[in-house]
T-cell receptor, first 112, second 119 residues
Framework: AQKVTQAQTEISVVEKEDVTLDCVYE???????LFWYKQPPSGELVFLIRRNSFDEQNEISGRYSWNFQKSTSSFNFTITASQVVDSAVYFCALRDTDKLIFGTGTRLQVFP | GAVVSQHPSWVICKSGTSVKIECRSL??????MFWYRQFPKQSLMLMAT?????????EQGVEKDKFLINHASLTLSTLTVTSAHPEDSSFYIC???????????????FGQGTRLTVV
């Protein structure tokens, strides 16, 4: 079965701390896509990254970085030097053929 | 990037009435649109997949007669919550994917969501 697990329900950090959000997935497909989305309090979903299963290179975008490890079926997301504006719920998702399967989300609170 | 517009952003309605939510792709054609529901502090659950010109495909446990989906054009899908009840109060969000072949290189783009409160 296709499944995405985000074991961390809620994380609180103080500004400038680094924080890593975990994502573990299950799939029988050999070709698949993984995503991270940010959902601020206003509710909209903001696309952060897409990674396909053939590309295990880690990616860095500003303060954001992603670590994709097929061996452990994980796609973790790190925010470096966190800021208050990073406070949001973050969802990891797996594309199953035509649909996105979401994890339960991790609520990140960054305090000043 | 591609823009998906959802309207209204919030609505309050009386129990027993129907509410229509619109999802539009503004700068691309979307053969497929998806409707999700999100209860407070929970994840997004796919309700149905909407294909232009054909019947929507509903996920298990979602009542098709209660949640009517119409995808009449390549830029518009609507979700109508019929005879709404307080337990239907939720955040509804749509997403749209560009026509093939572009879809294999794109992620689904999301609307801003609609917060429905049934009183």
């Amino acid at each position: 079965a296709q499944k995405v697990t985000q074991a961390q329900t809620e994380i609180s950090v103080v500004e400038k701390e680094d924080v890593t959000l975990d994502c573990v997935y299950e799939t029988r497909d050999t070709t698949y896509y993984l995503f991270w989305y940010k959902q601020p309090p206003s509710g909209e979903l903001v696309f952060l990254i897409r990674r396909n299963s053939f590309d295990e290179q880690n990616e860095i975008s500003g303060r954001y970085s992603w670590n994709f490890q097929k061996s452990t079926s994980s796609f973790n997301f790190t925010i470096t030097a966190s800021q208050v504006v990073d406070s949001a719920v973050y969802f990891c998702a797996l594309r199953d053929t035509d649909k996105l399967i979401f994890g339960t989300g991790t609520r990140l609170q960054v305090f000043p | 990037g591609a823009v998906v517009s959802q309207h209204p952003s919030w609505v309050i309605c009386k129990s027993g009435t129907s509410v229509k939510i619109e999802c539009r792709s503004l700068d691309f054609q979307a053969t497929t649109m998806f409707w999700y529901r999100q209860f407070p502090k929970q994840s997004l659950m796919l309700m149905a997949t909407s294909n232009e010109g054909s019947k929507a495909t509903y996920e298990q446990g979602v009542e098709k007669d209660k949640f009517l989906i119409n995808h009449a054009s390549l830029t518009l899908s609507t979700l109508t919550v019929t005879s709404a009840h307080p337990e239907d109060s939720s955040f509804y969000i749509c997403s749209a994917r560009e026509n093939p072949p572009a879809w294999v290189r794109t992620e689904a783009f999301f609307g801003q969501g609609t917060r429905l409160t049934v009183v």
